[in-house]
């Protein structure tokens, strides 16, 4: 499976500077190619597996095992920087160009997401293009069925290309002449393929979760994201159509009863969907959960220490505190990455400076300590002095040392036989039906009806123990605020504020390190500078604000 995603990947190589026919011609008898892999249903599963490692890969850091796209620490959180979430301070180095707005062309993570999503569109197209070569079928349904699989990840490769890029070339087929010419398509042309690739995965893929393996898509999960795409396009009526299909399908609910792993310890329902083996529908009963992307520890197909850094990202440095050791129920070893902002996490139970509410009720636990974790306690059994007793967050420790700070439980991970794990090995939820309902309120406010974006909302609000809303009450700010609140770390908050027009507002109002440097230019990253280069024959304009 690994030579086969690598071929992959080897193909995009290719394809981003012009294909070679000889290269798709050779015979390769003692490996994994399209040639010999794509010749029955066994071979398009294994190249379904490769789709679903590439997808994971987009979390990948270091390089082992599949991370082979990024090596640099915590990719994922350059989505998360120069936003309204997190401060990133001092932090490592392939971050701090995303968080003080001094991208380059050549920056090393705004390379590495165009080759991860090319190479996924790579992989899919070959898919698309030996499933219609192919007549050796287990079943009449299975081209049909591996097709919408393709074009599911296509799209959801093109997805991040838009957020990230704006116009990019698309491409559909493998390209068998080399070619020095591409040209940028403009952004609404890909969305709109998008939402047809899309709406084709909708169409065939299964549409009884009870009935796929944990981790593969249905249709639910390309209606989800078709919900999405429609929004972008502000196509709101579609995307309410869409959100709702998902919604009434019956095979979806919000959790609202503690459940699986650990529900008989100390915690909430909110805090046992993020319990190591809680995420997955058969194994698990989540019944939130819309898809969920593999990474569990010490299992094939499972995670590696390079798999999802998240953990390291938005976990302190407590060890580096006298009185504390590394332990699993403090979420492991953590990097602080990424630093919590006070205005929405709030200064509560704290020694920091100023008293800052945040945005939580008291009555909401996606705001109790089970889920949000300020009280920290001195764990070295051999310091006498201080073991057990509480240390306090400060202003120093929140912002300075990056030590200890209000921290979302949600990717606490930890394990007795290695405290020192980089990686989370925790599945994680990509989709989930907390994230459809405020993605059908976006809708309804798209929609100018506040009362039934509201009433949407509530459904979350309700289950989190937080009062209900009013259509007087309801805004996209107000929106956006209950997705930190649900969603924190989970989504790609840049995509998020990219999609709702909202980035710059919402860095000038709460990003005091960048509200003065951040304009309009910033809401793309700029194309790689390696494409520009590369694609001599045609002119390939640069994003504004990054040079030619």
């Avoid at 709030?346 to 945040?358: E, H």
Wanted: with cysteine.
């Amino acid at each position: 499976m690994n030579k086969f995603i690598k071929a992959s990947f080897t193909l995009i190589v290719l394809i981003s500077l012009g294909g070679c026919k000889k290269f798709l011609d050779e015979e390769l008898k003692t490996e994994l190619a399209p040639t010999n892999t794509f010749t029955s249903t066994y071979g398009f599963e294994v190249g379904s597996a490769g789709l679903y490692a590439l997808t994971r890969s987009e979390y990948n850091t270091f390089g082992e095992g599949g991370a082979f796209l990024h090596n640099g620490a915590c990719p994922y959180e350059a989505l998360q920087a120069a936003t309204d979430i997190a401060d990133v301070i001092n932090s490592d180095a392939s971050l701090m160009a995303f968080a003080n707005l001094t991208l380059t062309p050549a920056e090393r993570f705004v390379g590495s997401y165009w080759n991860w999503a090319y190479s996924l569109i790579s992989s899919a197209n070959l898919m698309l293009v030996y499933s219609e070569k192919n007549t050796n079928w287990d079943s009449p349904s299975d081209k049909v069925r591996f097709q919408a699989e393709a074009r599911f990840f296509r799209a959801y490769a093109y997805r991040t290309l838009v957020y990230l890029y704006g116009d990019v070339p698309y491409v559909e087929t493998i390209l068998y002449d080399f070619k020095l010419n591409f040209t940028r398509t403009p952004k609404a042309e890909v969305l709109g393929h998008i939402v047809d690739d899309l709406k084709f995965a909708a169409e065939n893929l299964p549409a009884n979760p009870d009935q796929v393996k944990e981790g593969k898509v249905t249709k639910w999960a390309a209606n989800h994201l078709l919900s999405e795409m429609y929004l972008m396009q502000g196509e709101y009526q579609l995307a309410e159509q869409a959100a709702l299909s998902v919604i009434n399908s019956g095979n979806y609910s919000l959790m609202k009863n503690r459940f699986g792993a650990g529900k008989d310890k100390p915690g909430d329902v909110f805090s046992d969907l993020f319990v190591e083996n809680n995420q997955n529908r058969l194994k698990n009963g989540n019944r939130e959960s819309i898809w969920v992307l593999q990474f569990e520890f010490n299992a094939i197909g499972g995670g590696t220490n390079s798999d999802d850094w998240t953990r390291r990202a938005w976990i302190p440095k407590y060890p580096d505190i006298s009185g504390f050791v590394l332990a699993d129920t403090l979420g492991g070893r953590g990097l602080a990455q990424l630093v919590p902002m006070k205005w929405w996490v709030g200064t509560n139970g704290t020694n920091a400076l100023g008293n800052v509410a945040g945005i939580f009720e008291a009555s909401d636990i996606r705001n109790s300590n089970y889920n949000i974790k300020r009280n920290w306690y001195y764990n070295n059994p051999n310091d006498a002095a201080l073991n057990g007793k509480k240390a306090s967050i400060t202003e120093q420790t929140w912002f300075s040392t990056k030590s200890l700070f209000p921290t979302i439980t949600k990717f606490f991970y930890g394990r007795a036989e290695n405290l020192s794990l980089t990686g989370s090995y925790k599945d994680r939820m990509k989709f989930r039906l907390a994230e459809t309902y405020l993605l059908l309120a976006e809708a309804y406010l798209g929609q100018n009806n506040p009362q039934k974006a509201a009433d949407a909302v509530n459904e979350v609000r309700k289950r989190a123990g937080a009062s209900t809303v009013t259509g007087a009450q309801m805004n996209m700010d107000f929106l956006l605020d209950e997705r930190i609140r649900e969603l924190a770390g989970e989504e790609s908050r840049r995509f998020t504020l990219v999609r709702t027009n909202k980035l710059v507002d919402r860095v000038k109002a709460y990003n005091g390190a960048i509200r003065d440097k951040i304009t309009s230019n910033n809401i793309l990253w700029p194309i790689p500078q390696t494409i520009i280069d590369a694609n001599r024959d045609a002119p390939f304009p640069q994003n504004p604000g990054y040079g030619r």
